[in-house]
Structure formats: structure tokens, C-alpha cells
């Protein structure tokens, strides 16, 4: 059974820092392209950061430099490391585990809440 779980999210003030992780089960995660999105309320889902199997690492518009994607494939886990928070951060926070190729499979997690204000 996959399972897909983040953690870590909460509430911070403008400025702080908050460290995301999205720890996976059943899947052979050292293959799978680890991504994490956000949403707010009445807003489409939108993209934040991926990276893939390799390493490889892209970020959403405007948020490369406060935040950084990360993977530990020892631990099937991957990582969001937020800093410098504003409220315009404050969404729930998806992950998503895709492979690529002839047969795509993808798994969503359930979502952790980022909330930011002072």
C-alpha cells in the first residue's frame, strides 16, 4: 500500500522558517520524482518545487532562494525547507511522488497546513 504522508507544517510568523517532510511508503522511491505544490482556498493548486531522481531541482516563480527542495532516498523521505516566510506562503502544502516515462504512476499526500502572520 503507498503512502504518502507530510509533516511539519504549522504556524510562523512573517520572516520565519518552517521545514517540510514528505516520508513515503510502498514505492521505490530512489525512481520517483518528488514534488510539492500549494493551494489556497478557491485558488488552482500550484506548483512549488520538484526534484528528480537524479537530483535535479526546480522551483515555482519567485520562490527559488527561500526555498529549497530536498531528498534523502536512504529514508524515502523528501524536504521543503522554507525561509523567510510571508503571508502570501500561508496554503496547504501537497506532496506528490510521480514517475516519468512509458508508465507514470503518481501519488498525492493529504496535505499539511503553512500558515503565516504576525
Known amino acids: 500500500q503507498v503512502q504518502i504522508v507530510e509533516s511539519g507544517g504549522g504556524s510562523v510568523q512573517p520572516g520565519g522558517s518552517l521545514r517540510l517532510s514528505c516520508a513515503t511508503s510502498?514505492?521505490?522511491?530512489?525512481?520517483?520524482?518528488m514534488a510539492w505544490y500549494r493551494q489556497v482556498p478557491g485558488k488552482e493548486r500550484q506548483f512549488v518545487a520538484v526534484?528528480?531522481?537524479?537530483?535535479?531541482?526546480d522551483y515555482g516563480d519567485s520562490l527559488k532562494g527561500r526555498f529549497t527542495i530536498s531528498r534523502d532516498n536512504s529514508r524515502s523521505t523528501a524536504y521543503l525547507q522554507m525561509d523567510d516566510l510571508t503571508p502570501e506562503d500561508t496554503a496547504v502544502y501537497y506532496c506528490?511522488?510521480?514517475?516519468?516515462?512509458?508508465?507514470?504512476?503518481?501519488?498525492w499526500g493529504q496535505g499539511t497546513q503553512v500558515t503565516v502572520s504576525s
Open positions: 506528490k511522488a510521480q514517475t516519468y516515462g512509458t508508465d507514470v504512476k503518481t501519488y
Open positions: 510502498g514505492i521505490l522511491f530512489r525512481i520517483y520524482a
Open positions: 526534484i528528480l531522481s537524479g537530483g535535479t531541482t
